[in-house]
C-alpha cells in the first residue's frame, strides 16, 4: 500500500538553528499538507501546497516557516530560525483531491525537539 | 476554526459496537463530514467521510442526521486495535482541516 514517508523520525536541534523536515508523498498525489502536534494538544493545521504553490496556511505559518517542493517528489518544510515552541511532531500529509472531498494520508511524523 | 463538539472519552467493550457521536452544528451546506483517528504514536488517519446519505466502507459507517447538524460513527466490533482518539471534522474551506480534541477511545478486553 503506498505511502507517505517523513524523514528525519526526530530531531534534535539548538534554538535558532535551521531545520528542513522532509517528505515523500504519495507519488500520484496533487496536495500536500504539513501539521504538528505540540505533545499533549491537538493536530493542528500549517500549510497547504499544490501546484507549486501555497494554497491555504494558518496564522502559525509565519515567516520563519517556508515549504518547497523541490525535485517533484520531496516535500519540505524548513523552519528558518526555530525557538522552543517549535518542539512538536510535524506531520506530513498528501491527497489526490482537495481535502475536503478527499482522503489526506499522513506520515509517520517527525518530532523536532528544540534545545 | 469550523468548530465541532465531541465527548472526550468513551468505553467500550471489545467486539461490541461503538457508537461515537459528533455535533457539527455550523455545518454549511458544501462541508463533508470527516472522521479520522490517531492511533498512539501515529498520525492521522482516514476513517470515512461523508456529505448527506450515510457511507459504509470496510473500517466503519457514518450516519448523518438529516439537518446534517450531528453525525455518529460506527465501529460494528471494537477491537483493541481501535483504541484511539477519534476526530470529528467538517471544513468550509478546502484544505484546512481543524482537529479539534476529538474523542478518546478505550477498548476494555
Known amino acids: 500500500e503506498p505511502e507517505v514517508t517523513q524523514t528525519p523520525s526526530h530531531q534534535v536541534t539548538q534554538m535558532g538553528q535551521e531545520v528542513i523536515l522532509r517528505c515523500v508523498p504519495i507519488?500520484?498525489?496533487?496536495?500536500f499538507y504539513w501539521y504538528r502536534q505540540i505533545l499533549g494538544q491537538k493536530v493542528e493545521f500549517l500549510v497547504s501546497?499544490?501546484?507549486?504553490?501555497?494554497?491555504?496556511k494558518s496564522e502559525i505559518f509565519d515567516d520563519q516557516f517556508s515549504v518547497e517542493r523541490p525535485d517533484g517528489s520531496n516535500f519540505t518544510l524548513k523552519i528558518r530560525s526555530t525557538k522552543l515552541e517549535d518542539s512538536a511532531m510535524y506531520f506530513c500529509?498528501?491527497?489526490?483531491?482537495?481535502?475536503?472531498?478527499?482522503?489526506?494520508?499522513f506520515g509517520e511524523g517527525s518530532r523536532l525537539t528544540v534545545l | 476554526d469550523a468548530k465541532t463538539t465531541q465527548p472526550n472519552s468513551m468505553e467500550s467493550n471489545e467486539e461490541e459496537p461503538v457508537h461515537l457521536p459528533c455535533n457539527h452544528s455550523?455545518?454549511?451546506?458544501?462541508?463533508?463530514i470527516h472522521w479520522y483517528r490517531q492511533l498512539p504514536s501515529q498520525g492521522p488517519e482516514y476513517v470515512i467521510h461523508?456529505?448527506?446519505s450515510n457511507v459504509n466502507n470496510r473500517m466503519a459507517s457514518l450516519a448523518i442526521a438529516e439537518d446534517r447538524k450531528s453525525s455518529t460513527l460506527i465501529l460494528h466490533r471494537a477491537t483493541l486495535r481501535d483504541a484511539a482518539v477519534y476526530y470529528c471534522?467538517?471544513?468550509?474551506?478546502?484544505?484546512?482541516?481543524?482537529f479539534g480534541t476529538g474523542t478518546s477511545l478505550t477498548v476494555i478486553p
Open positions: 500529509a498528501s491527497s489526490a483531491l482537495t481535502g475536503n472531498t478527499g482522503e489526506l494520508f
Open positions: 507519488s500520484n498525489h496533487l496536495y
Open positions: 501546497f499544490y501546484n507549486n504553490e501555497i494554497s491555504e
Open positions: 455550523t455545518i454549511s451546506g458544501t462541508d463533508y
Open positions: 461523508g456529505l448527506t
Open positions: 471534522i467538517h471544513t468550509n474551506t478546502g484544505n484546512q482541516f481543524y
